[in-house]
């Protein structure tokens, strides 16, 4: 069993400045559906603090409301391209899946193969499952792996027949290895100015937790 964390994050590591203007209590008091829709972020680089809470692949997501979307898209051609950056939503009206296929998928080049990987915090949600599947049948060119840190509500039944769909529609569903985290703190997370770049120190449990999730994959594809 994994280590049960319960963590409460603080304001800055769920992306909020440490001095919102509204306390903790009156923040709790407002249910999640009334929240206004938060615009998505885009950018190359995410702040180390979202990276080292957001992405933890503990069991008990507490406060880990927002999804982290790190693409690469490679796109072939005569003259291969390679680009990168991240997404992130809270609350937000657009997943950051969803806000992948509306705002970076229609810049590339219709006609020509993608080979497009993801590095998200947790896995989709049921709704983001059905649009994956649907880009998918819909562009035979676009090739989908989904690295994920954490598999989000999976025992919940709808849920494991999302992720079953979405293989079926052909993307690769994997979990997030040790190297990976290691890999996207290399190649999304902001070093800070006038440092030499700080090497990833893996957080206690990442080995035991990474085996949970995939354990919990393998059984529900």
Known sequence: KMAEKQEEPS????????????????????KREDLPPFEIVTGE??????????FRNVEYSSGRNKTFLCYVVETQGKEPVTSRGY??????????????FNTILPTCQAGTR????????????????????????????????????????????EMQAALRSMKEAGCKLRIMKPQDFEYVWKNFVEQEEGEEAKSFVP??????????????????L
């Open 87 to 100: 997404l992130e939503d809270e609350h937000a009206a657009a997943h950051a899946e969803m806000a992948f």
């Open 203 to 220: 957080w206690e449990d990442i080995q035991e937790n990474f085996q949970y999730y995939e354990e919990k994959l393998a059984e529900i």
């Open 45 to 54: 680089r995410l702040p180390a603090i979202f990276f080292k809470f957001q």
């Open 11 to 30: 304001n800055a590591q769920n992306g909020e400045p440490d001095n919102a203007e509204e306390g903790e209590g009156k923040k709790k008091k407002v």
């Open 114 to 157: 993608h080979d497009v990987t993801w590095y998200v915090s947790s896995s989709p949600c049921v709704t983001c499952a059905q649009r994956i599947c649907e880009a998918l049948h819909k562009n035979k060119g676009l090739r989908l792996t989904i690295m994920v840190g954490r598999l989000f509500m999976w025992e919940e039944p």
